[in-house]
Structure formats: structure tokens, C-alpha cells
Antibody, heavy 123, light 111 residues
Framework: EVQLVESGGGLVQPGGSLRLSCAAS????????MNWVRQAPGKGLEWVSY????????YYADSVKGRFTISRDNAKNSLYLQMNSLRDEDTAVYYC????????????????WGQGTLVTVSS | QSALTQPASVSGSPGQSITISCTGT?????????VSWYQQHPGKAPKLMIY???KRPSGVSNRFSGSKSGNTASLTISGLQAEDEADYYC???????????FGGGTKLTVL
């Protein structure tokens, strides 16, 4: 059974840092690209960042570029999101999501999601 | 990175059909058959319902169907059931510089 379990959320002051983790199990983690998607309270989904299976390709939403860093450790079946210079508007539930692929080609949809971890940025 | 446009809410009675639209641009929905739809119940993680415009993952009811015309994608739910009441989000690939973009979400109420 595919499982994605996020952790690391919490309350942080504006300007502070936080590192989120996502532990994957039930599939060959090293074969899949992964993403972070967030959802502000009462709001819609917002894509945050993408990392390819080998970490060779990384993308960020403009809203987090230069402040957030996505990474992964395939030996530990784990995905990370280092968040620096946090702002009030970064307050959200952060989900890690697996991106499906076929014959080595990304399919640009998310077939499994974690339960999310809440990040609250407030003084 | 503008969000795709969805109606804020739709409603229908049990047994009826509803359609949720998702309007993008020629840079996203109009250029790629890479639209997906997600269902989200309150306090839960999103669940994939449709991918590549009209394909259903294993285990998703065939009451859910997707289509696309030009810059607008649509999700149709037939034979509405109480359990379908949820928020629905569309998502489209938008090129390597933007990657993917979500719609603002539509709240479905089953009357």
C-alpha cells in the first residue's frame, strides 16, 4: 500500500525557517518524481515545487522561488522541503504528492497524496 | 501563474447530473491533454478522480467523466450521490516554466 506521511509542520514566526519531511513507503520511491502542494486555510490547492526521481530537475512556484528548497534522499525514501524567510501567506497545510509516469515520461498528475502537515506563520 | 477558473459552487439533487467547468488559456488547458481532477472532502487529502482529461483511475466510479473543448475542461458527475458532496479541483500542465496550475476549486452540494 502506498503511503506518504508528512511531518515537521508547526508554528513559526515571520522570517523564520522550517523543514518539512515526507516519508514514503509501499512503492519504489526512487522511480517517481515528487511534488509539494499547499492549501491555505479555507482556500484552494497551490502547487509549490517539483523534484524529479534523480533530483536532476527541480521547479518552484514563483511565490516560493528563492525561499524554499526541495530535496530528496532516495536511500531513506524521503522528500524534504526547506522553507526559509517564511511569510504570513505561507500559512497552509503542505501535502507531498507522488507524480505518476509512464515509460520514463511524467504524466503531470498526482496519484497519491499524504495527509498533510500544517505550517502556521505568525508572530 | 494564474489559477484556472472554476465556478465557486454547484449543486444538484441525488440522481441528477452536474458539470463543473475549468477554464484556462492556450498556455495550459488548451495546449495539453494533461488535465486532472481531484476530489477533496473536508479535512482530508485530495483524491485523484480523472487524469489526462478523461481517464479514470482504478477504483473511481464510472459516474465520473471528463472532457475538454478548447481552453475549457469539464468534469461531469452523473447519478449524484450524497457522498459526492465535496470540493473539486482541476489541474493542468502549463509548460516547464510554470509546471502545473490548479483551479480555484468548486464546492459541490448534493441537495
Amino acid at each position: 500500500e502506498v503511503q506518504l506521511v508528512e511531518s515537521g509542520g508547526g508554528l513559526v514566526q515571520p522570517g523564520g525557517s522550517l523543514r518539512l519531511s515526507c516519508a514514503a513507503s509501499g512503492f519504489t520511491f526512487s522511480s517517481y518524481s515528487m511534488n509539494w502542494v499547499r492549501q491555505a486555510p479555507g482556500k484552494g490547492l497551490e502547487w509549490v515545487s517539483y523534484i524529479s526521481s534523480s533530483s536532476s530537475t527541480i521547479y518552484y512556484a514563483d511565490s516560493v522561488k528563492g525561499r524554499f528548497t526541495i530535496s530528496r534522499d532516495n536511500a531513506k525514501n524521503s522528500l524534504y522541503l526547506q522553507m526559509n524567510s517564511l511569510r504570513d501567506e505561507d500559512t497552509a497545510v503542505y501535502y507531498c504528492a507522488r507524480e505518476n509516469f509512464w515509460s520514463g515520461v511524467n504524466l503531470y498528475y498526482f496519484d497519491y497524496w499524504g495527509q498533510g502537515t500544517l505550517v502556521t506563520v505568525s508572530s | 501563474q494564474s489559477a484556472l477558473t472554476q465556478p465557486a459552487s454547484v449543486s444538484g439533487s441525488p440522481g441528477q447530473s452536474i458539470t463543473i467547468s475549468c477554464t484556462g488559456t492556450s498556455s495550459d488547458v488548451g495546449s495539453y491533454n494533461l488535465v486532472s481532477w481531484y476530489q477533496q472532502h473536508p479535512g482530508k487529502a485530495p483524491k485523484l478522480m480523472i487524469y489526462e482529461v478523461s481517464k479514470r483511475p482504478s477504483g473511481v466510479s464510472n459516474r465520473f467523466s471528463g472532457s475538454k473543448s478548447g481552453n475549457t475542461a469539464s468534469l461531469t458527475i452523473s447519478g449524484l450521490q450524497a457522498e459526492d458532496e465535496a470540493d473539486y479541483y482541476c489541474c493542468s500542465y502549463a509548460g516547464s516554466s510554470t509546471y502545473v496550475v490548479f483551479g480555484g476549486g468548486t464546492k459541490l452540494t448534493v441537495l
